[in-house]
């Protein structure tokens, strides 16, 4: 009968290889960006005026013409108000589009005070929805940790342009809050 020691000293010891740790957290699912070609996320996620009335921007791509969405960090925030939203609301080409939306995770009457301040008389056709709970934009790849700055996840900022219910133009900050890509003139050139 061998005994715990002989038998230690015996047997020979496989171990298996250890990989090297990823140079990424461990994600049960890939980040996947929404892609040009893709359609938009489906259902009643995100909220306009009121938490009581949905909306369904991927339902509204299947009927409208075009669209434009545009990605903020946040409502009232510095370069959002000063410059990323104005530069649509004062670009000739915003009024090309069937639908056009500000979305940001924020509750629905901060986008409605938002609106009022930068849009009074709803003049540019702009509507400015709200993501609350960060739905849309978690389905659209388009989240980024905030929680030092705005206490919780938040939108890259961004735009997208759907034709015929698809995405056909992308540009999301490459910082994430930046405007170098994502402003009207670069957009809707």
């Known amino acids: 009968m061998f005994t ?8 020979p010891v496989f171990r298996a290889p250890v990989a090297a740790a990823p140079a990424r ?14 359609f938009l996320p489906e259902g009643e996620l995100l909220q306009e ?18 669209m434009l969405i545009i990605g903020v960090p946040a409502a009232f925030s510095p370069a959002c ?18 639908v056009k939306a500000v979305v940001s995770v924020n509750d629905a009457f901060v986008m409605k005070a938002w609106k009022e301040n930068l849009d009074p008389t709803g003049e540019s056709g702009i509507r400015f929805l709200a993501d609350p709970s960060g739905e849309f934009t978690k389905a659209l790849d388009l ?16 735009a997208i342009i759907v034709e015929d219910g698809k995405v056909v133009k992308i540009a999301v900050e490459p910082d ?5 890509v994502s402003l009207a003139d670069k957009v809707l050139a």
């Open 81 to 98: 108000s000063s410059s990323h939203i104005p530069s649509y609301i004062q670009h000739p080409k915003t009024q090309e589009f069937d």
């Open 176 to 180: 994430n809050t930046g405007t170098a």
């Open 49 to 66: 005026g009121s938490p009581g009335n949905k909306v369904d921007l991927r339902k509204e791509a299947e009927s409208a013409r075009n």
């Open 4 to 11: 715990r020691t002989a038998l230690r000293a015996s047997a």
């Open 143 to 158: 989240t980024f940790d905030s929680k030092a700055i705005f206490g919780n996840d938040r939108s890259k900022r961004y």
């Open 25 to 38: 957290f461990f994600s049960s699912s890939p980040a996947r960006l929404v892609k040009i070609g893709e």
